[in-house]
């Protein structure tokens, strides 16, 4: 198999994630709820660890369903907590997220494999992700398109709601590192002025630059691609903020 055949699910994956995650990040800075995707994508991670582990049961279908209950509940539980306390939000989703990993670890440590499944969660090998997970991806970024041009996003139940689906379906695939990188890198440079659109083929370039390095370095594609995505939405704090993107919905 040749190196452009063997990238081809890759691509797409990062290219799915960008295009479902970027929306949402600039939601989340809107709204001041940066911690929001480290503990909803924790919440998932801990959950397929407690079914996959601790309740000893191996399926595809089940971690994907305990992934998106364990995103779900905590992402409207994120949504009690800006409500109710939102000078405390940040401080209580960062205890969330806490939470979130200690269970995760506890679940782990009780199976031999556990620890090699959390850092799965964690920092997913993108060059092993399946076709499944590229095409629920992939519908997410269409969900995602049409959705960005509504004012939906801007409501809270469609917001949270999509957050822990397109979360959910994201983890498994791309890890939480990759995932946090995804939503916010685009969003940064969004936020200084750049178009969306054009925002996220330069996030996806960075992706693709991140994923030969992992092919040419062997080192693990997750953390070298989060890196690479990391860096380059640092940059944004080199230029000056300029009029954000008309396309976006108001901050509600």
């Not at 822990?164 to 498994?172: I, Y």
């Given at each position: 198999m040749t190196m452009q055949a063997w990238l081809a699910l890759p691509l797409l994956a990062l290219?799915?994630?960008?295009?479902a995650l970027s929306p949402l990040g600039s939601q989340v800075l809107r709204r001041g709820v940066v911690f929001i995707d480290l503990a909803v994508a924790q919440a998932a991670a801990a959950a397929v660890i407690g079914v996959h582990f601790v309740l000893d049961m191996e399926s595809g279908v089940l971690d994907q369903l305990a992934a998106s209950a364990g995103a779900?509940?905590?992402?409207?539980?994120i949504a009690g907590i800006t409500r109710r306390w939102p000078a405390q939000r940040e401080a209580l989703i960062g205890l969330l997220y806490v939470g979130?990993?200690?269970?995760?670890m506890l679940g782990a440590s009780?199976?031999?494999?556990g620890k090699e499944k959390l850092m799965q969660l964690l920092a997913a090998d993108v060059l092993w992700v399946n076709s499944f997970s590229v095409l629920a991806l992939l519908v997410c970024a269409a969900l995602m398109t049409v959705v960005r041009q509504t004012r939906w996003l801007a409501k809270d139940t469609a917001f949270y709601g999509l957050f822990?689906?397109?979360?959910?379906?994201?983890?498994?695939a791309l890890g939480l590192f990759l995932v946090f990188s995804c939503l916010i890198a685009p969003a940064l440079w969004v936020e200084r002025g750049m178009r969306h659109g054009i925002a996220v083929l330069a996030a996806w370039a960075a992706a693709v630059a991140g994923l030969l390095v992992s092919w040419w370095l062997d080192t693990p594609s997750g953390p070298t691609i989060a890196l690479c995505l990391t860096l380059w939405g640092t940059l944004s704090l080199l230029v000056n903020r300029q009029a954000p993107d008309a396309t976006q919905p108001p901050r509600p």
């Open positions: 290219l799915g994630g960008l295009l779900l509940m905590v992402s409207l539980a979130g990993a200690c269970l995760a009780a199976h031999p494999h822990a689906l397109v979360t959910s379906l994201a983890v498994p």
